[in-house]
């Protein structure tokens, strides 16, 4: 917005004072990322700034971080990059088995948390839902408790019938921390929908199946995707959690990580963490790119 013509003395100290502290909110919000970056191809094994990575120095820059995470755990690093050694990466580095532990919990957990919160979701937003204030709470509380208070009752529960220590457990899980963020965006998603477009398709005689994937389902498509977006997010990030039930062959990148803080700290955690920010990123452009598209197909102008 601009600074209008009229404006006295006082508004247009405030309107640049006003920037200037946004921009000091910004910097500080981002200056741990923008440190993370650089010193992850730090080619010292310090979680410093060395002189030549401040002078510039090419010889100061390195790739052997990341070569890192290919290679740690493995039985034979120093062999013939050929077939064999990238068998030996898929197989033994911890790195990469810590990332397919994260993507296998997560795309399950997600699956399960995207199905139960849509169905939730669609029926919270019925007017004639009963008690909805209530249930909504209680389906959503599993953001708003303390994650550790989470992690304890499911330790002991799961202890109990036995899936501690197991995928499926590890999986169960994390979909009941994702299933909030799926009501939360499908109900939004839900509010500007049109009802009568429900009671058209009964008319024309379609059933409730075919009404869901025919009508409902395309519009609130966005929500459905954002809100799975978020899910997989949430699993692929939680660590206290996979720390109380998790066995020692379901390490995933968060736990992998809090090992190698205590164990060895080593700059690979600085490569992951550079990774995990990029990928992050894209995950926040596609969510925006979605809401966009909502809004177009709710007749909205996008922001």
């Not at 006295?8 to 006003?18: A, F, G, N, S, V």
């Not at 066995?247 to 963490?273: C, D, F, K, Y």
Request: aromatic residues 12%; charged residues 15%; hydrophobic residues 55%.
């Amino acid at each position: 917005m601009a600074l209008p013509v009229y404006a006295d003395r006082l508004e247009r100290i405030w309107y640049y004072t006003y920037r200037v502290i946004c921009a000091l909110i910004f910097i500080f919000l981002i200056a741990p990322i923008l440190i993370i970056m650089p010193l992850s191809f730090n080619v010292e094994p310090y979680f410093t700034f060395t002189p030549e990575m401040l002078r510039l120095d090419p010889d100061g820059y390195s790739m052997r971080w990341y070569d890192n995470l290919l290679t740690f755990g493995m039985a034979v690093p120093d062999a013939v990059r050929d077939s064999s050694w990238w068998a030996d990466v898929w197989a033994n580095a911890r790195w990469v088995q810590a990332a397919k532990n994260s993507i296998l919990v997560g795309f399950f957990s997600t699956i399960v948390a995207t199905v139960l919160g849509t169905i939730a979701a669609m029926g919270l937003s019925r007017p004639e839902m009963p008690y909805r204030k209530l249930i909504m709470a209680i389906l959503i509380s599993p953001m708003i408790v303390p994650i550790i208070i989470t992690a304890t009752g499911l330790f002991f529960f799961y202890s109990d019938i036995g899936l501690s220590g197991t995928y499926f457990g590890l999986v169960m899980a994390h979909a009941t921390l994702g299933i909030p963020f799926v009501i939360i965006t499908v109900t939004a998603t839900m509010m500007g929908f049109d009802r009568s477009l429900i009671r058209a398709a009964q008319n024309m005689g379609a059933g409730p199946v075919t009404t869901f994937f025919k009508v409902q389902l395309p519009l609130i498509t966005p929500g459905v995707v954002s809100g799975a977006l978020f899910a997989f997010v949430t699993s692929f990030d939680e660590v206290v959690v996979v720390l109380f039930i998790g066995s020692h062959e379901q390490q995933t990148i968060p736990r992998q990580m809090w090992n190698g803080i205590r164990e060895q700290i080593s700059p690979s955690i600085l490569a992951v963490a550079t990774i995990l920010v990029i990928f992050s990123v894209c995950l926040l452009a596609v969510v925006e790119l979605l809401r966009r598209r909502s809004e177009r197909m709710r007749g909205v102008t996008p922001a």
